[in-house]
């Protein structure tokens, strides 16, 4: 058993109200300067869509994550000693500005300076490429609340797992439904954008698992941006160097959480260290897209082994990081009550940014019997009149495996039932237990996604390890200037006594 510690996130979509804070607060930090003006290391999309960059999910356009071959090893899909020396010069798989959108902003000036005149002087919107007058034509958000949805959400890739006449109902006026998708940097276990880079710019921190991209190595290959199936590093063409989130890093070492999470107006957002064993990843990543999710939740340990334990303290893991693990929010997500899960496993990256399935698209196809366990089929009986399919669901957050979309969605509705049951008094408080047993939910652990999900304090939902930093500069025996880390409310030795 080889434990170590990874940060891992969670996002429970049913809280998302799609207000984009998240991405105006990544923004202003780290992405709000020249060549870097398309870049949204945060950004929330509607669902169904296509998404950021347009189209992001079809690996067959952009030929990015991982993909096991008939010897069951695996292979980048577009990158490797042959197929990245074919493309070098010229690489068909990367995403152009056309595909992200041509960064702009407005002549503000013409406003105050215009000459006095008939005409009304207006701000006309000029590339902060080119600096040229341009027509705006795409943004980062173009399609946000279905806005030109035949266009738009109709061509969502995951889509393609819909029946025809499934398809065909979503776009009906009455019936149009969606959810939104905040996306990062998922940190992933296995990350194909680390595998791609041939001068090893990216590499993951081994304290916590944080994937970083290192700006005096990287040589402008850009194989990381085709190599990464979420297409979250971006390529700045001011500095020539490639860039990505770093999960506000800086901040964690502090104790406080990533920008986005702090700003967070739904509180959709939990943060917390997990265990898992290295010596399981090559199994977890070979076994069939449908045991992808169960594959990825076998890697993480739990916190209270004593096993687990001795192994985390044999590779150098302190006993406040492992009392971090044991508080963590998102083991309880993930592994106690199996309700988050990651995002296109079948990329067989690993990724650690795990999601809640949202809920609404189900309630709103019951109608006036949200809750109303007479119903045919009875109350789980409205998932299958789910008016986002199952098998559309599934494409993204089961690899396929429509079982643990299923499981995740019993619980919830479960767990409403029993909630307003014991609140609002309108349910049969025997009904929703016998719910509850039938969703594989105990009345303590409804309790306990009911506190988590809505009235945790921030402790709670933003489990930060300490990161140990100073005690590893320390070791270097270097000043923190020469290693970067100017700036940061770090000592370069800590005071006697401190």
């Known amino acids: 058993m080889d434990v170590r510690a990874q940060i891992s996130m969670v996002f429970h979509l049913d809280k998302c109200i799609g207000c984009h804070t998240c991405s105006i607060a990544c923004k202003n930090i780290w992405t709000d300067r020249k060549g870097a003006e398309y870049m949204w290391w945060n950004n929330v999309e509607t669902k169904p869509g296509t998404g950021y960059p347009t189209s992001w999910e079809d690996q067959e356009k952009y030929k990015g994550g991982w993909e096991k071959e008939k010897d069951g090893n695996l292979e980048l899909r577009a990158v490797g000693k042959v197929r990245g020396a074919a493309t070098v010069f010229h ?21 105050i300076d215009s000459p006095e005149g008939a005409d009304q002087p207006i701000a006309r919107p000029v590339s902060m490429i080119t600096g040229r007058p341009m027509d705006i034509e795409a943004g980062p958000n173009w399609d946000d609340d279905l806005g030109g949805s035949p266009i738009y959400a109709a061509n969502d890739p995951n889509l393609a797992h819909v029946s025809p006449e499934e398809r065909a109902a979503l776009f009906e006026v009455e019936k149009l ?15 194909a954008c680390v595998a791609a880079c041939p001068s090893g710019a990216l590499y993951k921190r081994g304290e916590d698992g944080i994937v970083l991209l290192s700006q005096e190595r990287c040589r402008a290959w850009r194989f990381c941006v085709t190599a990464c199936p979420y297409k979250k590093t971006y390529f700045n063409w001011g500095t020539g160097k490639s860039e990505k989130c770093i999960l506000c890093y800086p901040r964690l070492e502090t104790g406080q959480a990533p920008a986005c999470f702090h700003s967070c107006v ?23 897209d449908q045991d992808l999710v169960t594959a990825q939740r076998a890697l993480i340990l739990d916190p209270n082994d004593p096993e687990v334990i001795a192994g985390a303290r044999k590779n150098g893991i302190q006993d406040d990081v492992l009392e971090s693990a044991r508080r963590s929010p998102v083991y309880k997500w993930v592994i106690e009550w199996g309700l988050a899960l990651p995002l296109h496993a ?23 019997h949200g809750y109303d366990t007479t119903i045919e089929g009875g109350l789980f009986g409205t998932i299958d009149r789910y008016r986002l399919p199952l098998t559309y669901m599934a494409s993204l957050f089961g690899a ?5 979309v299923r499981y995740a969605l019993r619980k919830q509705m479960a767990v409403r039932a029993w909630r307003r049951a014991v609140t609002a008094g309108d349910q049969d408080i025997e009904k929703a237990r016998q719910l509850l047993a039938e969703a594989d939910t105990t009345v303590e652990q409804a309790d306990a996604i009911h506190r988590l999900t809505s009235i945790a304090p921030l402790d709670e939902r933003f489990v930060i390890p300490p990161m140990h930093r ?29």
Not at 269 to 286: F, I, P, S
Not at 400 to 404: A, C, L, Y
Not at 470 to 492: H, N, T, V, Y
């Open 266 to 288: 739904g509180r959709i957002r939990y943060l917390g260290m997990v265990l898992y064993d290295a010596d399981k990843l090559g199994e977890a990543m070979a076994v069939p």
């Open 470 to 498: 100073e005690e590893a500069i320390e070791m270097l025996d270097e000043p923190l200037a020469a290693k970067g880390f100017a700036g940061m409310g770090l000592r370069s030795k800590p005071e006697r006594g401190a």
């Open 177 to 191: 439904v969606f959810f939104y998708l905040p996306r990062i940097c998922n940190h992933c276990l296995n990350p």
């Open 400 to 404: 396929g495996n429509e079982g643990v």
């Open 91 to 111: 690489n068909p798989n990367l995403p152009t500005i056309d595909d992200y959108y041509e960064p702009f902003t407005y002549t503000y000036k013409d406003l």
């Open 346 to 368: 079948e990329h067989r990256t690993l990724p650690m940014l795990f999601y809640v399935p949202p809920l609404l698209p189900v309630m709103a196809a019951s109608g006036d």
